[in-house]
C-alpha cells in the first residue's frame, strides 16, 4: 500500500501535530495494529506491507475546491459547527499528488490508504480502475485509465483499529454481494453467510458487520441472548455440515468492535479451489485481490 496522511502541524497550538492537539490516536500504530489484525482475520491470506509513506501537512481538498486551514477546522471542530459542505473530498487530487496511478501500473502499490481528521470528507472505500465497481463509496471519477481495479480505504484517526476493520467489512459486503450476483438464489452462499437470528429466524450464521448472530440492532454486538448459529460451521468450508451451536456475545468479544470484525472475517472461506460457479473457496481473492 501507499499510506497518505493528512496530519496538519498547527502552529497556534505550539507547533503540535493535529492528532496531538485532540489526544487522536498515531495513524502509523493504526496502520501496524490493522495490518496485524487483517492478517489474523485472513489466517494469513492478507500480508499487507507499506510500500510507501507520505504525510503532509495541510488539509485535503474537497470537490468544490475548499480546504481548511488550521484556524477554520479548530473552530469548527470546538464548536461542533460550521463544517464545509459538501463535505467529500476530491479524490483526483488526492490520486495525482502522489502518482498513485503511474505507481500502480509500475506494479509498485495495489492500495492506498488514507488517513486524515473527522469531516475530512473520505469514503470508508471506493474503488477505481478499469472493471470499478461501488465498495461503499463512489467510482472514484478520472481514475478509468487505471489499467486494474484498485481500492482506496479512508481511516479516520479520531478512532480506532476496530473502525478501520469496520471499513473493511463493508467493502466485503459490497465486493462479495457482486461476487455471487449471478449466482441462483439457492447457491448464493454469501447470503447464507450473513444470515442471522432477527432475519432468519432458528437460521442465523455468520451475520453481517453490524449484526452478530443474536443482534436485535445495529452494532449489536453485546447482546448476551444465546441463538443458534452455525458460525463455526463456516471454519469447515467448503466441507460445511449445517451443525449449529447456542451461541452469545462471549463468543465474539462481548460488544469490542474490533474483535467482533476479527472474529465475523476469520469465518470467510479462504482456501483452494472453487465450486461449481467458478467462484473461489478463498473469498480474500475477490475483497483484496480484486479478482473479479
Known sequence: MLVLIHNPITEQEGGRKLNQVMGWNDPDQLAQQYIRDVGEASWGRVRYEIAERVEIDGFPTKVDGFAYTDASYLQAWRSRSGFHQPDAVFYPELLQRV???????????????????????????????????????????????????????????????????????????????????????????WQRFIQYDKTDPGRAACGNVHFAPNSRSDYDWGHTRSVLSTADDWLNYPNLTGQARPMTCADWGRGDIRLHHIWWMQRFPHVAGSNEYGIAHNWWRYIVGLEF
Open 99 to 189: 502518482n498513485f496511478i503511474h505507481k500502480l501500473e509500475a506494479g509498485l502499490v495495489d492500495e492506498l490508504w488514507l488517513f486524515a481528521f473527522p469531516y475530512a470528507g473520505y469514503f470508508e472505500s471506493c474503488m477505481g480502475g478499469r472493471g470499478a465497481i461501488w465498495c461503499n463509496g463512489t467510482i472514484i471519477p478520472g481514475a478509468e485509465r487505471a489499467s486494474r481495479k484498485f481500492v482506496v480505504m479512508g481511516f479516520n484517526y479520531e478512532r480506532g483499529v476496530g473502525e478501520m476493520l469496520e471499513d473493511l467489512g463493508h467493502r466485503a459486503e459490497n465486493i462479495m454481494a457482486h461476487v455471487f450476483q449471478r449466482v441462483p438464489p439457492q447457491a448464493n452462499l
